[in-house]
């Protein structure tokens, strides 16, 4: 299964796609994301415009996931007894068509906007992540539960307590997925699936972001949700310890 793990890291790596452009590092915009051990070791660069997501922004994805443990063909984003589950951690570019103007996840006062913001990861849980991997709708279920504003020098923060869709599925209930998905995922092992447990299930996760303006009409945001799990939130702890140098408060 080291094939399947080696195509993954190639996959990622591939990104953007030829005739698809990173509008962040084409402003100078510089968004690393640091190995963790039990990460991939590779980092995604996925553009979404803004007439594909029928939202008011265009979005930058920037990421990475858990490995492909030995023995198994696909990533531990699937295996629910691993503090990966469900996780990805590194950097959105969100780039604003408001007609007032101003970034996304900002008032027009400058101040920011947390309702806002947090369209983002839903979009992101719900259909640019779970969806591809053949999500129904009606599967759908990311809500915030507890969501803390705060600053720390010149970002703006959001903890959150969230419900997200699992990836985990089984290919019988996968409804028209993007096949590209797998070639990052890997397919779900079905040994991670008990009679118990359902496809999509929904799952607690914790975690924080940061964010701020970093161009015109252009917010950056970085951080990351992890299960709310005892090894889970130690996970967070060192993915934040990671990235904190990185994006300097």
């Known amino acids: 299964m080291g094939l399947q793990r080696e195509l993954a890291a190639l996959a990622l790596r591939a990104t953007p796609l030829p005739g698809q452009k990173?509008?962040?590092?084409?402003?100078?915009i510089a968004t690393p994301v640091p190995h963790l051990s039990g990460s991939i070791g590779a980092v995604g660069h996925e553009p979404f415009m803004a007439e594909d997501l029928r939202r008011l922004f265009?979005?930058?994805?920037?990421?990475?996931?858990?490995?492909?443990?030995?023995?198994?063909g696909c990533s531990s984003y699937f295996n629910p007894s691993s503090p990966w589950y469900n996780v990805f951690y590194g950097a959105y570019g969100v780039r604003s068509y408001k007609a007032d103007g101003n970034p996304w996840g900002f008032r027009s006062d400058g101040r920011p906007h947390l309702d806002e913001m947090l369209e983002v990861p839903w979009l992101d849980y719900n259909f640019l992540t779970a969806g591809n991997l053949g999500c129904p709708p009606s599967r759908m279920c990311f809500r915030v539960e507890e969501a803390t504003s705060g600053k720390e020098g010149p970002w703006h923060t959001a903890e959150v307590a969230c419900i997200i869709p699992s990836g985990?599925?089984?290919?019988?209930?996968a409804v028209t997925p993007d096949l590209t998905y797998y070639a990052v995922f890997g397919v779900p092992e079905e040994g991670y699936l008990s009679e118990q447990r359902e496809s999509y299930e929904p799952v607690r996760m914790r975690g924080k972001i940061y964010f701020r303006p970093i161009a015109e009409r252009t917010t950056l945001v970085w951080g990351g949700l992890c299960p709310d799990t005892p090894d889970g939130q130690r996970l967070f702890n060192s993915i934040l310890d990671a990235?904190?140098?990185?994006?300097p408060r």
């Open 168 to 173: 985990l599925h089984r290919l019988k209930d």
């Open 243 to 247: 990235m904190t140098p990185f994006y």
């Open 58 to 72: 265009d979005l930058m994805v920037i990421f990475s996931i858990g490995d492909f443990p030995s023995g198994q």
């Open 22 to 28: 990173n509008f962040l590092a084409d402003a100078g």
